[in-house]
């Protein structure tokens, strides 16, 4: 079964920058939707940042201009640059992938921007 593997999380100052990976732990095809969601303390989970099987992109308004999500076909990895981070950011980042016959969920990797 094809499991998504998360990295990168941690704590930061307010400011500052990190960077997530997911990665599959085999080659996944059809994929048509690839994200990362965010899921704050008591609140339900939210897209933070996704990219289509044609390369479009899509953000959530918090997050423009400081966030950035990417594909990585040499290592089949879906990354996420985040920078000036803010505490509001702070949160249980989860990796998705959905193809035309699936849909995955990663555990999920922590991220904590302090003020």
């Known amino acids: 079964q094809v499991q998504l593997v998360e990295s990168g999380g941690g704590m930061v100052q307010a400011g500052g920058s990190l960077a997530l990976s997911c990665a599959p732990s085999q080659s996944i095809p059809n994929i048509n939707h690839m994200g990362w969601y965010r899921q704050g303390p008591g609140k339900r989970r939210d897209l933070v940042a996704s990219i289509d099987s044609d390369g479009s992109t899509n953000y959530d308004d918090s997050v423009k201009g400081r966030f950035t999500i990417s594909r990585d076909n040499a290592k089949n990895t879906i990354d996420l640059q985040m920078n000036s981070l803010k505490p509001e950011d702070t949160g249980l980042y989860y990796c998705?992938?959905?193809?035309?016959?699936?849909?995955?969920w990663g555990q999920g990797t922590h991220v904590t921007v302090s003020r």
């Open positions: 998705r992938v959905i193809t035309v016959d699936n849909r995955y």
